[in-house]
């Protein structure tokens, strides 16, 4: 009987905390740039805070990531939270270089309407985000050795996505021109 009084209590607790954290006041997400991806909460008192007059430059590597029918590529979720970050700390977007390398298991969620519903069965769900992201100045790139080495081609690549030579080259082109490595 103390085992099970005890397990209500543990599911109770959990229960109220999980609906605390929920429970966020209106306004509290924001997503100044990217309205429907990768909201994020600025505390006022945070530190290591962007200078809005420096530009950074960043290079996100996405390589996990199953497709699935109903959610998005987590990876390109935090690439969202990454730009709505440094927006809301008050950055211009002029002054983010943001560079997207798609590649390993991800390379599918470069794909085109067409050939991912040909091969999934299913809508692509990442195409909104990956739309919103070049919208706002992330150029998005997909591996060539990548996309053949799953029997794609070029042809049916997203439009918004640009095909790399390889994601290996990207890699160490990008990062000797000073982009931060962000792996996904």
Known sequence: MKMHSRLIALVAAMALSASAFAAQP????????????????IWPEAIDRPSPAATYKALFDVTQGKPAADKVNPGLDHIARAVNTFVAAGVPLSHLKFDVIIHGGATPIALGEKAYMAKFGHANPNLAVIADLRKVGVNVMVCGN???????????????????????????????????????
């Open 26 to 41: 209106a306004g509290f997400w924001v997503k100044p740039a990217i309205a429907a991806y990768g909201p994020v909460h």
């Open 146 to 184: 990548a996309l053949g080495d799953m029997g794609f081609t070029p042809a049916e690549v997203n439009p918004d996505i640009k095909v790399a030579l390889s994601a290996l080259s990207t890699l160490v082109i990008q990062q000797n021109q000073g982009y931060a490595l962000m792996r996904m």
